[in-house]
């Protein structure tokens, strides 16, 4: 029999952190013994999540060894100054016309003095404790998973200590080419800073792993030896052929919604749609699971849309997949601009797995457009005017009513959890 190999993995989330950040490892570390590899985590002892989710700590392992130490982290400062200041450690901005002074200067200080990310006050003492922790216990490779890439700090550090373990580099967004990364003020020092320290972890780091095709492609040109494994769904697709028809045509946005991803030109049209049709005006439901932004909350508020809106707040992971499969079409959208092209939210696996329909905002060609392409789950729209969106939404409301529904004609099983983490094994094994 041959004997597992094994992994430290590093991580800044895991349960009871709620969102998305949190699965991606959850569900590699449920699957890799089964391919040969044994996970040891390391995590911080107490973090401040901005979202909890307590239901997903049923889905630790129960015996996966943990380990921890204290992080200090001066977002709990800047919280005491304002409410505002949270959304910031989840990597959510506002636009600049509904900035205040306070939230300018919080942007300026996040980007310009906590570089490359408020976590980074725990590197040092990870990297005292992991040095120690390495040398009495043999591990086969290591695993940073960023953001926070103060994460993938923490690797390179190793790294340069322990030259012969192998050092995966896992990013789960980019790091200089996220959409946010312009809006954090930088000075030229500090954004010099910041590329040094990223393309220092493309150099040293054995693998680097994005979540899109296009994230990897992008890594390669920066000289990364990157692969590209995404995010998936767990558990069994679900079966649309025997849901019951809804009473109401519900359209729903399941996650966080910021303001650099609202997708404005949808909110027109549905307007524009209860405006002229009576019929969509009596049937129509648009549900949010989740956190959405209260500007954007407020406009829609001020408009027709208010008649039609039910507003579920955050619920734990297992509710919201229930309310995504007992949707008829689940929204998702991306930032406004090319650099955003490479990623592919999450939740967007779980979108497939329910069978519905999904109708997706954000940059032309972008990985998000080919998924729904390849497996005919759905359409991507840009978020500029389209005369098709509103033929679109008419013909899946059509569907609706008809009893129709749009089935998924190619395989996904592809992007199942299970499958993903052979491949990474296999990764690994090369």
Request: charged share 25%; net charge positive; proline share 5%.
């Amino acid at each position: 029999m041959i004997k597992p190999k094994k992994i430290l993995i590093i991580s800044y989330y895991w349960p009871p952190a709620g969102g998305p950040g949190v699965q991606r490892w959850l569900k590699f570390v449920k699957y890799l013994p089964e391919f040969g590899w044994n996970p040891t985590l390391f995590i911080p002892e107490n973090p401040s999540y901005p979202l909890i989710d307590d239901t997903l700590v049923d889905e630790v392992p129960d015996n996966l060894e943990i380990i921890k130490t204290k992080i200090w982290e001066p977002y709990r400062i800047a919280e005491i100054f304002g409410k505002a200041n949270k959304k910031y450690k989840a990597g959510q901005f506002d636009l600049k016309q509904n900035q205040n002074w306070k939230s300018k200067l919080s942007i300026f200080i996040r980007g310009n003095f906590f570089i490359p990310d408020a976590r980074v006050f725990w590197v040092k003492p990870s990297v005292k404790f992991l040095k120690k922790y390495l040398r009495e216990n043999n591990f086969d490779a290591i695993v940073t998973t960023g953001p926070p890439h103060s994460m993938n700090l923490i690797g390179l550090n190793l790294k340069k200590e322990f030259p012969n373990l192998k050092w995966i580099a896992d990013f789960r967004d980019p790091w200089t080419e996220i959409s946010y990364y312009k809006h954090l003020k930088l000075t030229k020092s500090s954004d010099a800073k910041h590329r040094k320290l990223e393309q220092q972890v493309f150099d040293f780091a054995d693998i680097t792993l994005a979540t899109s095709y296009t994230d990897a492609e992008n890594f390669r040109k920066k000289g990364a030896n990157a692969f590209c494994i995404t995010n998936g769904f767990d558990g069994e697709i679900f079966d649309s052929s025997f849901k019951n028809k809804n009473e109401k045509f519900i359209m729903s946005y399941i996650g966080v919604l910021e303001q650099l991803r609202n997708p404005e030109i949808l909110w027109k049209v549905l307007i524009k749609i209860l405006n002229d049709n009576p019929e969509f005006r009596k049937d129509f439901q648009l549900k949010f699971v989740g956190k959405i932004d209260a500007n954007i909350l407020s406009n829609l508020e001020n408009s027709i849309l208010k008649n039609f809106i039910n507003n579920l707040n955050y619920l734990p992971h297992s509710e919201s997949v229930l309310e995504m499969q007992n949707s008829d079409m689940l929204l998702i959208t991306n930032f406004n601009n090319e650099n955003s092209a490479g990623i592919i939210p999450g939740k967007l696996f779980e979108y497939l797995q329910t069978g519905n329909t999904v109708l997706s905002f954000g940059p032309k060609n972008s990985d998000v457009a080919k998924i729904l392409e390849e497996t005919n789950s759905g359409k991507h729209f840009s978020l500029e005017a389209d005369l098709n969106l509103e033929k679109f939404i008419l013909e899946r409301y059509e569907d609706w009513k008809s009893g129709n529904s749009l089935a998924i004609e190619k395989d996904i099983s592809k992007f199942s959890r299970k499958n993903l983490t052979e491949k990474l094994a296999q990764t690994l094994n090369k």
